[in-house]
């Protein structure tokens, strides 16, 4: 479960004070898909930032099952990052010179685990997005909507528990967009995830069991 207790993030912007999160206090309980929606520059991706470790409060707690991110020290938080978090993105991220198996395979990255089960592990994840015999392509020759399933692969090849995802439908045509959430869902149930995505797109929110509405650094259920 996450629990953001009066969560509020400010930052100097041309001289001025700007308020990204004003006193946030939410709870997500373990497994829940939610979706959030709110203008530009009201906040979504400061409040994603915060749940993923990423970035920490100006003031207030967040607090990710009997962890509190928001004191833990740099090297903790990298910690949990790499190991309890995956994170999809809508500019996809992936490494144009490495193949797919080997953009998965970058999940691993300074982790103990031997060389064959990371190779074993990311083949098994690309199977489980419907890319298992698009391994050894570079991200050039696939798709854009190929090109997301290589990400959310590379997202949960380590068994995270918590999905986040910001816009990962953002760049991908309708029929792709609808693939793509209908992916996300089945890995977000089979997998027991708490799934959280930004999106602007209503028709994607809808999808979620819970929706929450950012404007102004201020959340409501939508």
Do not use: C
């Not at 798709?143 to 990962?168: C, F, H, N, T």
């Amino acid at each position: 479960m996450y629990t953001l207790t009066d969560v509020t993030k400010t930052y100097v912007q041309k001289k001025r004070t700007v308020t990204a999160l004003s006193r946030v206090t939410l709870e997500i309980p373990t497994g829940q898909m939610v979706a959030i929606q709110g203008p530009t520059g009201g906040g979504k991706s400061t409040l994603l930032q915060m749940l993923g470790a990423l970035d920490k409060p100006s003031a207030g707690s967040v607090v990710l099952g009997d962890d509190k991110v928001s004191g833990l020290a740099d090297s903790k938080l990298a910690a949990i990052r790499a190991n309890r978090i995956g994170f999809v993105f809508q500019g996809f991220n992936l490494i144009p010179t490495l193949t797919a198996l080997e953009n998965v395979e970058t999940a691993f990255a300074r982790s103990d685990v031997s060389r064959d089960e990371q190779k074993k592990r990311s083949s098994d994840a690309l199977e489980s997005v419907g890319l298992g015999e698009r391994g050894d392509h570079l991200p050039a020759e696939l798709s854009g909507g190929q090109q997301q399933r290589v990400a959310i692969a590379r997202a949960l090849v380590k068994e995270p528990q918590v999905l986040l995802a910001d816009e990962p439908t953002g760049s991908l045509d309708e029929s792709t967009r609808d693939e793509i959430m209908e992916l996300l869902e089945g890995q977000w149930r089979d997998r027991g995830l708490t799934f959280i995505l930004v999106t602007h797109d209503s028709s994607v929110a809808r999808r979620a069991e819970r929706r929450l509405y950012l404007k102004g650094g201020v959340v409501t259920e939508a």
